[in-house]
T-cell receptor, first 114, second 108 residues
Framework: NAGVTQTPKFQVLKTGQSMTLQCAQD?????MSWYRQDPGMGLRLIHY???????DQGEVPNGYNVSRSTTEDFPLRLLSAAPSQTSVYFC?????????????FGPGTRLLVL | GQQLNQSPQSMFIQEGEDVSMNCTSS?????WLWYKQDPGEGPVLLIA?????ELTSNGRLTAQFGITRKDSFLNISASIPSDVGIYFC????????FGAGTRLTVKP
């Protein structure tokens, strides 16, 4: 198993550009989540999905869109990047019946918005 | 919303020393979690605590769930260089909420 994979590892965007952060898992996990990590703030939940076709907002959803067309993939879209979205983004996944703390985190995508 | 205050923000210690860090919350959590993050990696769960007063160990790590359910601490005994990293507390409610982290540096 590759676990949770994220691409790209690094990205630099200009304000107003759009991009999609990719997340994939090969463990057949129902639940997938996106977090952002900012200095001095810990991780905050952006969006999550409890299965293909079902998504919901987390703590800080504004400026981000998600979709879940397959169990394996959970892309995060920035439609118009802003400097405030400079952060490290982590994707995580777990089985639906398992506690949240059992989620596996990907290695992260470091995003810089100029 | 629920706020987690984690302290200290950073620690510089000598190899072999013991380490203690703690987390307090403005609200009650039913589960407290401790994670470690190595550079360039995502967080990895170290210890999960499910009951007020619970004391749980994982090797040289010991964590406790406070009686009030609003706090938790993590101790690392006899630190070694590979303990370097950022340690996060987290409380599980509807979402998992993370503290800001304690950055640990261990000098050989």
């Amino acid at each position: 198993n590759a676990g949770v994979t994220q691409t790209p590892k690094f990205q630099v965007l200009k304000t107003g550009q759009s991009m999609t952060l990719q997340c994939a898992q090969d463990m057949n996990h129902e639940y997938m989540s996106w977090y952002r990590q900012d200095p001095g703030m810990g991780l905050r939940l952006i969006h999550y999905s409890v299965g293909a076709g079902i998504t919901d907002q987390g703590e800080v959803p504004n400026g981000y869109n998600v979709s879940r067309s397959t169990t394996e993939d959970f892309p995060l879209r920035l439609l118009s990047a802003a400097p405030s979205q400079t952060s490290v983004y982590f994707c995580a996944s777990r089985f639906g019946g398992a506690p949240q703390e059992t989620q596996y985190f990907g290695p992260g995508t470091r995003l810089l918005v100029l | 919303g629920q706020q987690l205050n984690q302290s200290p923000q950073s620690m510089f210690i000598q190899e072999g020393e013991d380490v203690s860090m703690n987390c307090t919350s403005s609200s009650i959590f039913n589960t407290w979690l401790w994670y470690k993050q190595d550079p360039g990696e995502g967080p990895v769960l170290l210890i999960a605590l499910y009951k007020a007063g619970e004391l749980t160990s994982n090797g040289r790590l010991t964590a406790q769930f406070g009686i009030t359910r609003k706090d938790s601490f993590l101790n690392i005994s006899a630190s070694i260089p590979s303990d370097v990293g950022i340690y996060f507390c987290a409380g599980r409610g509807w979402f998992v909420r993370f503290g800001a982290g304690t950055r640990l540096t261990v000098k050989p």
